[in-house]
């Protein structure tokens, strides 16, 4: 019989609900994993293994079994507050700092029957696009832990890649999710906005951040995903007006299990920041992209090429959002020397930003997003490349010029941050291999909440090509 790391995370549920396993036994064999592969791969930052066998057993005891989530493992990101448990945001300038509250997107998960195991590694406040703060041990990519595992849901990504989770929820501000997804070889789901209320990106600034599922197969992806959204009497529970128009059908895991439908798609490698950068899609990036397009034009599936209208107001605007959002981290005087280089230059650059200025950026984003939608609206979805690069190296980012570390970055992900500001649902599929077996991506966007032409999609693609057998050597 196969070990439960194994197993994937729907056939653990399955396992869980005839009674063959327990959220207790369950919970001591990933704690086990973790304990023998964290400290050669740094997914955790924090382990709670008492908190976590003491919770397994009140679920167990006091939470409905029919719970999406019922005495499933998972990681918090170290971005999110749990009380009584420390939260680093990634930060020095945080080392110390643990909550009397807990966020939303934790009480959601503890709700749905979830168990939290700790916190998973994220860089400095989850600016940057891959995860090697000064706080806590890079996040190394199990496929090569010489290489990086991508960000900001970097530790999430290498705790599932790895088998010390069945799966991670993430939170998606620029490609958080699709990034470490992409580079670790999973399935990353990155919701429209406002699908997930209790990450609606609609409380943030310029409506960039929701939260969303990393996982080995696109099912578990999707019951991860419905553990994450809050319904009452079988409903989403919403707690304001939606943005993006979707259907409220049930449970995403029945489109995902089902795989049904063809669809007319588009097939593009131009991106919202080709006029500022020097974007260059890499050989085995375009070699994914073609695998894909050929399995799902074998599948019957409609396929024609397409750009993106250039706009030279798209990547400014993304800047000034960006240098924006760092602006109220909480470091004034000393406190400041606590960060890191690329903190400090965004922190500085968001707070000598006018109003003006950010009024002006947050109106050409609006504009983007509108004419974005537009541009894709004859397609029921979109493939783009994952990543323009192969996973990049430990260390690989500059870490003392600002402005050099964010060219880097749009360069290795050009792909991502224009989905945040349309609020499109996108999905990253593992779908090659390098010769070195590094796993390459594609990404599929979809139209507003078209979450289950993308659930659709991906299962089909996953059965043709079947990367939930394909394991690291770490494993």
């Known amino acids: 019989m196969a070990e439960l790391h194994e ?29 023998r592969s964290n400290p050669r791969l740094g997914a955790f930052v924090t382990v709670t293994r008492d908190a976590a066998l003491a919770r397994a057993d009140r679920v167990a005891a006091d939470v409905p079994r029919t719970s999406p989530l019922w ?55 989850g600016l940057p696009a891959y995860t090697e703060s000064l706080a806590a041990p890079p996040a190394r990519n199990p496929w ?17 890649a790895s088998g010390m989770l069945p799966f991670a929820p993430g939170s998606d501000g620029g490609g958080s999710v699709r990034i470490p997804a992409a580079a670790c070889g999973l399935v990353g789901l990155k919701p429209s906005r406002g699908l997930v209320p ?18 080995r197969t696109t099912a578990d992806a999707a019951l991860l995903l419905d553990g994450m959204i809050a319904r009452r009497e079988g409903r989403i529970d919403h707690h304001y007006t939606l943005r993006a128009p979707y259907d409220d059908d049930g449970p995403f895991l029945g489109t995902a ?85 690329l903190t400090k230059w965004l922190l500085n650059r968001g707070r000598a930003l006018s109003a003006r200025e950010l009024g002006e950026a947050l109106s050409a984003l609006t504009l983007y997003e509108r004419s974005m939608i537009a541009q894709l609206s004859s397609f029921d979805a979109v493939l783009t490349p994952a990543l323009a690069m192969t996973p990049r190296p430990v260390g690989w980012f500059d ?23 349309s609020g499109l649902p996108a999905i990253v599929l593992p779908v090659a291999q390098t010769d070195d077996g590094l796993p390459m991506g594609v990404q599929l966007i979809g139209r507003p909440g078209g ?24 494993w």
């Open 7 to 35: 197993l994937t995370a729907l056939a653990l549920w399955q396992e869980l609900q005839s009674g063959r396993v327990s959220p207790r036994e369950l919970t001591e064999h990933y704690l086990n994993r973790i304990e």
């Open 71 to 125: 005495g499933l493992p998972i990681g918090d990101k170290d971005l999110w507050m749990r009380a009584g448990v420390r939260t680093g945001f990634g930060s020095r300038l945080m080392a110390d700092f643990v909550p009397d509250t807990s966020d939303e997107i934790v009480e959601t998960l503890d709700a749905a029957g979830a168990i939290s195991l700790g916190k998973t590694n994220a860089p400095e406040f």
């Open 144 to 160: 090569n832990p010489e290489l990086g595992a991508g960000g900001s849901s970097g530790g999430a990504a290498v705790a599932v």
């Open 198 to 215: 209790s990450g609606s990106g609609i409380d943030s600034l310029a409506g960039l951040v929701v939260q969303g599922p990393l996982a």
């Open 257 to 341: 299990v089902r795989g049904e439908g063809r669809f007319q798609l588009g097939v593009m490698t131009t991106s919202a920041w080709d006029d500022a950068y020097d974007i260059v899609v890499a050989p085995e990036a375009r070699a994914a992209l073609d695998a894909a397009v050929d399995a799902f034009a074998a599948m019957g599936h409609g396929i024609e090429e397409t750009a993106l209208v250039p706009d030279p107001t798209y990547a400014p605007a993304f800047r000034t959002i960006w240098q924006a959002g760092a602006a109220t981290i909480p470091a004034e005087g000393d406190a400041e020397e606590l960060l890191e280089p």
């Open 399 to 421: 870490q003392e010029d600002g402005e050099r570390n964010f060219e880097q970055q749009v360069q290795y992900t050009p792909f991502t941050s224009m989905l945040n500001v």
């Open 451 to 474: 979450e289950r032409t993308l659930l659709s999609l991906a299962a089909q693609l996953e059965r043709r090509i079947r990367w939930q057998f394909r394991y690291p050597p770490t």
